[in-house]
């Protein structure tokens, strides 16, 4: 059975050879590597990248899910094992994760012949494109599975302090983008023309006042823009502009009524400003609902483990893919504390390898409990 030391050097070959989603090929192919070198059976299903391993026999089954794309940032700090493929990092611990799921595998394969049932290892592809979970579902390998189990490294959280929630305990993640035609003329005659950059302006507040003027107080939803884009110099009226950004939120019916929103928001700028409006607007992530009954057992393992547990009190405004197996199947997610001084998707994010430490126990111990009960 391989030890803390394997551990930390499975993170950091994960981490020195990133890739992003879609991509992750190599990473693939030394999943598979490790998994067959411990004798772990590996499912022949049709995905791309990304692999399911399973331990075990017979029913029930858990899952236990871990993402393994890395991010399009280029690397800040400074390690023997620093990014080696230039502008993509594991910014977001998905090596920490992979490195730790890699040690429950291995330590649940040491007792395989004690388990009452089986177990699915998930290494799922494409987490920061939010498709990868509902892909890797649609391959059948969870039908039947009486629980999904995963967690996300914490930067804010120390070593040894475990956040979770019952409930919904991420946001929905959604993606806008407007694309405005209007049409250009010279600066100093903007009556021949249609403006977009006056669109723009009142585009910005129209969307802005969806939350604060259609939501009740009692409401929670973010609406941010992240780029506007239009025109290339000071004398010349440009004839198109681009708007894109981002939606949280925690409630379906809120979610569809700000896309609505946002429809008819497009529909009557266009008329009042002459231009042709675009809205293109995707749904990415539900939010991570976490099964009520699977919560209160995750925090009395959490505890036995040595934990320090956080009842969160409000959900995260973060997305998590995730959210594509809590949809269909009983499941429950946890923040662990990493103590990074720089949070998820900074390029100076730089994780306390320690987490290994007990994040496999307490993944080893929960599939136990659940497969005897």
């Not at 290994?356 to 497969?371: A, D, G, I, R």
Request: aromatic share 8%.
């Amino acid at each position: 059975m391989a030890n803390y030391s394997d551990y930390v050097n499975w993170r950091r070959t994960f981490h020195q050879y990133p890739e992003l989603s879609k991509k992750e090929f190599e990473t693939t192919k030394r999943l598979k590597r490790i998994l067959e070198s411990y004798h772990i059976s590996i499912l022949d299903l049709p995905l791309e990248t990304g692999l399911v391993a399973e331990i075990g026999q017979g029913e029930p089954m858990v899952a236990v899910r871990t993402d393994i794309d890395a991010l399009p940032i280029t690397e800040q700090v400074v390690h023997e094992f620093t990014s080696t493929n230039e502008g993509v990092m594991h910014a977001c611990g998905h090596d920490i994760h992979m490195a730790s799921i890699l040690a429950v595998a291995t330590q649940l394969k040491a007792i395989e012949s004690e388990l009452n049932g089986r177990v699915r290892i998930l290494f799922q592809a494409s987490e920061e494109l939010g498709d990868g979970a509902i892909k890797l579902s649609q391959t059948g390998a969870l039908e039947g599975v009486k629980a999904v189990l995963g967690y996300h490294n914490y930067p804010t959280l120390d070593i040894g302090e475990f956040a979770i929630k019952s409930g919904v305990t991420t946001s929905a993640v959604d993606r806008f983008e407007f694309h405005i035609q209007g049409k250009g003329a010279h600066a100093a005659k903007p009556e021949q023309g249609n403006d977009p950059v006056i669109v723009v302006g009142q585009l910005i507040n129209s969307l802005q006042s969806i939350v604060s003027r259609n939501l009740s107080a009692f409401d929670s939803a973010v609406i941010t823009i992240g780029e506007v884009s239009c025109g290339n110099t000071w004398n010349v009226i440009a004839d198109q502009a681009y708007i894109q950004g981002t939606v949280r939120t925690f409630d379906a019916e809120k979610r569809q009524y700000i896309e609505q929103r946002m429809h008819e928001i497009s529909e009557g700028l266009s008329q009042a400003f002459n231009v042709e409006m675009e809205l293109t607007y995707t749904q990415l992530p539900g939010a991570v609902v976490n099964d009520e009954n699977l919560t209160d057992q995750a925090i009395e393992v959490a505890k036995e483990v040595g934990y320090h547990v956080h009842m969160m009190t409000e959900p995260l405004t973060i997305g998590e893919d995730f959210s594509g197996y809590t949809k269909d199947y009983p499941g429950v997610f946890a923040f662990i504390g990493s103590n990074s001084k720089y949070d998820l998707h900074h390029p100076k994010y730089d994780p306390d390898e320690r987490i290994l430490e007990k994040v496999p126990t307490y993944f080893v111990k929960l599939v136990q409990k659940l497969l005897k009960g």
